[in-house]
């Protein structure tokens, strides 16, 4: 069954849904030009939109790879090779992102456990599918409770940093650090963003722009590299970033740029906040030092949406993450609250 | 008489000549996709050009606006009204470049004694001409000078990281931090340099790449952001930038992300220098809080090389420079030596 274009957009605030056995999301790659939706049974369509980035943001490859997995458990009538495949080539997309892993590993679990108790494959199939839909949910709700957690420390009159894309984009639910300035917004505060624009991919430039724009809150662009500029004139309040994986130390691996920002915020004594769900963390990394930094194609630097910008042939690098420790960290906010780093 | 591709290239790491009472110059918006060369003695030619960045790198507008200024004497025979016409318009390009105020403060009080002793045209044209001959052949030698200063500073081996363009292409000889580069290179060093692509006009993509490419000098080119984690890596040994304005107690502006950097380099103790002729420092200024800041066009941020990266109307900030407080640097490098900030 053909289901290309079988809905033309997505509710509000949504860039992932389950519907009718497949899954529907928002091709990121276009935006902020043009919105598609992408609909697929099949998990390797999913897998290569991670890589191409179609679909980012740590929390929404969790609730992905559930949903590719779930797909692939329909479509086999519950073969335990067949998505035990999937999840294999699933795992293989993108290294940093800790909730892929997260997902990922409660699927395999559950085959694990059918393929020992010799359950029934549409017995299977429909844990599978739970499994996945309780992932979606829970993520939802874990964007909820971050944005309400973090209304303790955001003002009025706020002036909010953040770096790449946190929003709806990036997770099932409302976002992460997102999910804080649209509650700080849906309760009448009178807040202001500053979006870095992200380079090299412009997820900030391209998509929480277009978020921001889309919900009409307040906000203002700036390069990467003004951020510690605006700090040192004291023209925003607070950072909240997003994390790609916390290790059990609390130290945050987070988009190429979140570190030089932490630098900023300590040098000019501003607050500087992670807000990630849980499934964020990674406990069986002791400290940052542990977390494989995913280095992408250099094409990305050279190559702006298909402008081609340096010489050709040179040498780049382009490390797609960086790290920033845990004692630059202010506190971590999660669905359980707001913790200092070292809670764990 | 059309002096149009008259020559088609400048002599090997040149980038502004003068010859036969015309000023020519490689137009440094078309990099490195189109080498052209512009030939004018009109000065509002050579201030469209500064303001759209045809002409960059604060040595090098103080020598275009003196040429332009001695081109315009030789066109009008020494009118003391026109030559003050030209020294006012150009001198409202841009205002953050100390090396322009500092040629036309030159020109301006050769146009005065003139004018109170009442010199003749002819001879006020020749003073003219000779005084901006003089500043060309200096900052020249500056640049050399500033390149040998520097090479006690730079280890065989060393892994120097940079931003923007601080080359030939920012002077009229071999450039400030990269006449230090071109140096150790010449003199057999082994240097590897990281090139920041300095967002938003991409001067170290295109300029600074542009010129180490073709030198033959190895190096690597990042986006902006991701230099705070080479730091904490441990994958450089030296910064080095360049200059639009140092204030009398070492405080330093130049290009936006300067600041970030120093902040990353105090952060790991890696030593960060200036370099810059003393045609550099403003004595007036006591401080960094009295430069001032361009803010540049939105369109700078959002337009990059004719491609439209965020959604329409929205609100950007485009400072083009910041602030580099003298404690976060190791020293600054001129034609006379290197010294510790508040040298002066």
Redesign the interface.
Known sequence: MNKQNHLEILPPRRSIIWDDNHIRFIDQRLL??EYRIIETDDWQVVAEAIKGLGLRGAPLLGVAVALAVAATAVKTSGSSDKITTAIDGLRKTRPTAQNLFWALDRMSKIVEEAINTKLDQSLLTQSIVNEALEILEDDRNCCSYIGGNAQSLIKDNARILTICNTGFLATAGDGTALSAVYRAHDDGKNIHV?A??T??L?QG??LT??EL?QAGI?????????????A?KGEFDICIIGADRIAANGDTVNK??S??LA??CE?HNIPFYVAAPTSTIDFKCMNGDYIPIEERPAEE??N????I???E???????AF??VTADLISGIITENGVEKPLFM
Chains 1, 2 share one sequence.
Do not use: H, M
Request: aromatic share 10%.
């Open positions: 902020p030009k500053y870095c624009e380079r090299p412009l430039a391209r722009a277009w724009k307040p906000f203002t662009l700036i390069v990467d590299s003004a951020a510690a500029s605006l040192a190429i740029g570190y030089q630098l900023a040098a630097v050279f702006i949406r298909r402008e910008i340096t010489p042939g040179i040498n780049i690098r382009n490390p960086d790290l």
